[in-house]
Structures are given as C-alpha cells and as structure tokens.
C-alpha cells in the first residue's frame, strides 16, 4: 500500500484510464480496447458536490463505477484520503468501500424483486457487522424516515412502490453504512418531472445533515448547475472542461460545451426563440478508434488543422478553469 | 388560426383490467389545426401516451375507447374498423414512437421498411418508390443517403434511427404527425437535432404534429400550442407563451417550479417539489385528480368534479380557483406570473 498525501482534497483522480479488452475477428484473435475512460483527473473536496455532465457512452459512469472500484482501473490513481484505491486488492478495498457508496440510474433494476425493503437496506448493515437484532431494526426505520418513507413499508416489496419511492430506497440503502463519499449516477433521470426535484431536495438535505461529498453524474446539464459546485464535461472518455460552476455556465470556453449547453431545452418559450442553438452535426466517433487528435475535432466548428493532429491537453486558463482546446 | 384538422370530443379511453376498470382518459376534448404543433406534456400515467394511441386507434389489449369521438377532416375514427384504420396509417396520420431502438424491425433494411410503407399507400412503381425513400432520407439529413438506404438499422446510431422513422413517418406526406416521446432516448445534442428536424418539416411541409413530451423545455422550444395532462384529464390547455408565463392550474405552476431556472443566480435556488405521488388510475380520487398533491386545495375539489373554466380565448383550466367566486389565495395569485427567466426579461 503506497501512502501518498495529496492536498486537501477528499479524492483525487489522477490520470485514470479504463480500458476494456475486447476480442474480435474471425476466431477471437483480435484484440481491441474500447477506451471508455482516457487519462481523466479531477479532484473532489470535501463536502462539496461535483458535477460529471457529458451524452451517452462519454464514459462519465465507468470513472463513477472505477471510483468505487467496481472495476479494477487500467492504469491511473484515485487518491481517497491520500490513500491510492486503483492499487487495492479486493481485500484491501473491503474497508473503503463502507466509506464510498453509490446511487446508482435505474431504480427498477438496482432492487433485488425478491428482497423485502428491509433485506435491502440491512444487507450492507449485516456485510459490515454494523448492528444487529433490535438496534438493526430501529435503524432501518430511522433510515426510511430519513429519505422520507414509513416504518411501515419495510416489509414491502420494490414492485410495491413508485419510482420517486424506489430511488429512496436505493438512497437508504447507501446511506445505511454511513458513508462519506457518494457516486450519484444519473439518480433522477428515470424519474417524473414532478419527483426529480423531490430527489434533488432530499440529496441536498442529506449533504447539509451529514456533509457527504457528492460525485454527481448526470445528462441533463439544469440539474447538474442546480446542484454542483464544480463540473467537468467528458467527451469520448475525456474531460474537454472543468470549471467552478458559475464559472462554466457564464464563461463556456470549449466548443463542444458551448454545443452541449445550446442544445439544452429552455423551460421558456420567449428565451428558446432568441437563443439560437447551436446544433452538432454527427455522432461521437467510436471509442475503440480514437481520433489521433482533438477527439472532438471532427464534429466542432472550429476546427483547424492541428486539430486533427495533436491532442490539446487540459489546461488551466485562469481561477481553475480547465479546458482542452488549443484556441481558446 | 387556420382550418381545423383533428376535432377530439369528450373521449374516454379504459383498461379492462382484471382488476377492474382503468380510466386512463376521462373526458378530453382538444382540437389540432392544420399546421400547428401542438404539445401535450404530463408525467407518466397521465395518459398523454393513451390519448395519442387512442387517435390511431392501436390501444394494446385490454384497452378500449368507451366514449366520445375523435374527428379527423370531419371523419369519425371511432367507427372505423382495422381494415380502415391500416389505409389511414401513414397515409393520413403517422406515428413516431419513442424508442427507435425497437420500433424498427431489424432483419430490413432501412430502405426496405421505408419503402413499404410508400408502395402500400402509394401506387407507384418500386424504383419510384426507391427514389422517394432516398429523398426522404435526404431531407432528414441522413449524409449520402444513396448508400444508407441499404443499411440495416443496428448500422445507424439512435440519432439516425429516429431519423430514418421521420422520413419513414412522413413519406407519404401525412397531414397529421404523432411523435411520442421522439426524443426521449436521444443525447441532449441529438435531441436538439431531431426536435429541429420536426420543427423545420413542419415549416416546409405543413405537417400538423402533436409532440408527447414530459420534458417542459422540448415543448417551450417547439410547440405553438400545450394541453398539460394529469390523472387521465387535461388540466390546462393554452399557447404556448401563457402555459409559461401565466399558468393557471396549480399542477402547470407547480411543473413550473420544480425544474432548475435556466439562467445563473437562479440555477441554484432550491426547488419547490411537488409532493405526494401520481393518483393510482385504478382508484382515481373523486372531483379533482389533482387535489392530494396540491397546496391550495380546498374542500369542494375532493367532492366536486372540476367543470373547464375559459381563462381565455384559446386558454382553459381545469382548477376551482379559477372560478369568479374563489376565494383569493395569495400565494396562488403570485404564482399566476409564471416562470420568466432573467436572461428572457432583458
């Protein structure tokens, strides 16, 4: 176990990358990598929430699911407490993993049908000997009227239940340990409208309450302004720009966050007629061949022809404001 | 606004369920012009879904429309048989489904499945037929569609397979397009292309459409006109500008609030849910549907069926509180503003 104490910060993800071995061609002997995560590094601090925003196969839950170490990361570090987590046997891990929990998309799919609400918020309890009998009970009940649910509903069944209802059991279940560290990925996108901001609220009084640290992965980039302090935007496996939010939001540099940001709806009608949104042309490119430069290059605007060549590095353009672009 | 093209009245659309009686639309009435986009937003089993599958008369068993009539260029759909209905899809009125994933079929190529949907309507040779496909494809902004036509859909990324449904959907120029939840599954980037794509067609072509939506934002950016839905009902009904800025039914004000502001100092403002959870259609509450989750409830709307109060023209609420004689509640009378962001003001 190496120590290594890095600043202040909570987690520190340096340089991490996550490869998947696949086998292709004619009797499997062609090996290819799909590069879901490509040198990513961002730091978490205590007690605040970060926000991880980018569309779909951008790799924004492989890094959640290599921070909790549900995969073993191809190379890199994540740095928790100063302590290195990519390093770990699956022994060595055992104890972190009561500190670092996770909330995972799919409420429907996240709850084992089979298990009473009580078996799903107890099983964590008994994995780590936390308590037993009477004391295990009261806890599950103090634990549902935390996320907002009734005693009485710890022998049902997840079929029994909404979808609002179910993310709450979910939350119970990671908060049963209690943890420091929260991945959040994509919590509320499965939900209603009208229980997303039920959700939402109920992280946020949860952070206050027991000052989690929140890694926050999300698609829709209202929700993550709303709840983040600072966020990063991946594309193909990268961070192309990370910023306080206001910072982001107000100062948008890299033109693929500049595309992303335009694309989103606004709940005004007058607003969305004078914004004129700037739409992308094309889809992401594979992430098995990855352009050899820019990985964004071949959809953005203002490409160049270095663009295509070298790889712009993330770099710090003022008061943190990250971006990987080489014209900005 | 221009001739009318759909006339829906009085529908009432149930499940037959084992468990008794679902009514999943009581009681809606709207109508569509030709050329107008129309939204109709609501959660999950607000039957905004029903309503749209209803007018195609597809309702999957056991579902059955009990009443009303649903009228399109003055035709009654309601009496028509399956046979009739086959000549109408895509012909007169075509469907977008929500996930493009599954609602092509995957031993076709594209072109094929576009292709049959022309010759079954159209008589026209296959090469025509062919040759419209391709323009279609063309005008969905599907690149060099000469080629694409031959693909299968597992070749085409979710972005180009809803494009394809468009052009699928819009080959033989119907005059009333349904798009259910088209964007759903799609990338926020991807979404903006396709919601662009709907807006434009309607432009150039004049394509009547109804947008299915619970996403406040894709209705504000598209639509002319929104029925809000809940509970099986149409809550509120008016153009688009006044759904936004003076909502009437507290469920359109509390939709409002629940959803992040758009511009920086309000972005992390704290949101105002709205409680509880959606009615069991099974056992819908009596009078309003709405009224165990809303915060200005008052004693007549958990015993009194809500009558349609005309706001104005073109603008209808479904709530007591739009009644002359209600009582004034501050809070409501301060919410009737709605949500009008700072950057929109300036």
Not at chain 1, 58 to 66: R, V
Not at chain 1, 130 to 148: C, N
Not at chain 2, 172 to 190: R, S, Y
Not at chain 2, 207 to 228: E, K, P
Request: charged letters at 25%.
């Amino acid at each position: 176990m190496k120590l290594q104490k890095s600043n202040c910060s909570l987690l520190e993800v340096r340089n991490l990358k996550m490869y998947f071995k696949r086998h292709t061609g004619i009797l499997s002997r062609r090996v290819e990598y799909v590069k879901a995560v490509d040198d990513v590094s961002f730091s978490i601090e205590r007690g605040e929430t970060f926000g991880l925003v980018g569309e779909s196969g951008c790799g924004k839950s492989t890094t959640g699911c290599s921070i909790v170490r549900l995969y073993k990361p191809t190379s890199g570090h994540i740095f928790y407490d100063g302590l290195d987590l990519a390093e770990l046997s699956t022994k060595e891990m055992w104890p972190y993993r009561r500190k670092l929990q996770m909330i995972f998309q799919d409420p429907y799919a996240s709850l084992n049908p089979r298990m009473t609400v009580s078996d799903i918020i107890g099983e964590p309890l008994d994995i780590f000997n936390i308590s037993k009998g009477r004391e295990r009970r009261d806890r599950i009940s103090k634990l549902l009227e935390v996320v907002g649910l009734s005693k009485s509903h710890a022998s049902r069944y997840p079929h029994e239940f909404s979808g609002g209802q179910r993310q709450r059991i979910g939350i119970a279940r990671a908060l049963a340990v209690n943890p420091e560290f929260i991945v959040c990925d994509e919590p509320i996108s499965a939900l209603d409208v009208s229980i997303q901001a039920q959700v939402i609220n109920m992280l946020e009084e949860l952070q206050e309450q027991l000052g989690l640290t929140y890694l926050f992965i999300a698609h829709d980039l209202s929700v993550v302004r709303h709840i983040s302090r600072r966020v990063g935007v991946m594309y193909l496996g990268s961070l192309v720009e990370m910023a306080s939010t206001e910072d982001l939001f107000r100062n948008t540099l890299h033109p693929y966050t500049q595309a992303l940001l335009s694309a989103v709806p606004v709940p005004d009608p007058e607003l969305s007629r004078r914004m004129n949104a700037q739409v992308l042309e094309g889809d992401v490119p594979s992430p098995i061949d990855t352009p050899r430069g820019c990985k964004f290059a071949s959809r953005c605007m203002r490409a160049r022809k270095n663009c295509f060549d070298s790889a712009p590095s993330l770099r710090n353009v003022g008061s943190e404001h990250y971006v990987a672009c080489h014209y900005v | 606004m221009g001739d009318t093209l759909l006339q829906i009245h009085h529908l009432h659309t149930s499940f037959f369920t084992q468990l008794g009686e679902v009514k999943a639309i009581r009681d809606v009435s709207f109508r569509l012009d030709k050329g107008e986009i129309l939204g109709i937003v609501g959660e999950s089993g607000s039957g905004k879904s029903v309503t749209s599958l209803s007018i195609m008369k597809l309702l999957p068993y056991p579902g059955k429309i009990v009443s009303g009539e649903i009228l399109l260029d003055g035709e009654n759909l309601v009496s028509k048989s399956s046979r009739q209905m086959r000549r109408i899809h895509g012909d007169k009125i075509a469907m977008i489904f929500q996930d493009p994933m599954t609602s092509l079929n995957p031993l076709f190529s594209i072109g094929n499945q576009i292709v049959e949907a022309i010759t079954e309507h159209q008589r026209i040779s296959r090469r025509k037929a062919v040759e419209k496909a391709v323009d279609m494809l063309r005008i969905v902004g599907i690149p060099s569609p000469e080629k694409r036509i031959r693909s299968f859909p597992y070749e085409f990324s979710g972005g180009m397979r809803q494009r394809a449904m468009i052009a699928m959907a819009l080959s033989c120029e119907p005059e009333l397009l349904i798009a259910d939840e088209p964007t759903t599954a799609l990338d926020v980037t991807i979404q903006a292309q396709v919601l662009r794509l709907i807006k434009e067609l309607n432009d150039s072509l004049g394509t009547a459409t109804i947008l299915i939506t619970h996403n406040l934002g894709c209705a504000a950016s598209t639509c002319d006109r929104i029925l809000v839905m809940y509970g099986g009902q149409i809550m509120e009904e008016a153009p688009v500008d006044e759904i936004f800025y003076d909502p009437r039914h507290p469920y359109t004000m509390g939709l409002l609030h629940s959803i992040p502001k758009a511009t920086a100092r309000e972005a992390q403002e704290r949101l105002v849910p709205i409680l509880g959870t959606p009615p069991d259609m099974l056992h819908p509450p009596t009078g309003c549907p709405f009224y165990p989750r809303c915060v200005f409830a008052m004693k007549i709307c958990a015993s009194r069926e809500v009558p349609e109060f005309v706001i104005s023209d073109g603008h209808r609420a479904k709530c007591w509180l739009c009644h002359p004689e209600a009582p004034r509640i501050e809070k409501y009378e301060a919410q009737k503003g709605g949500v009008r962001h700072e950057a929109a003001k300036e």
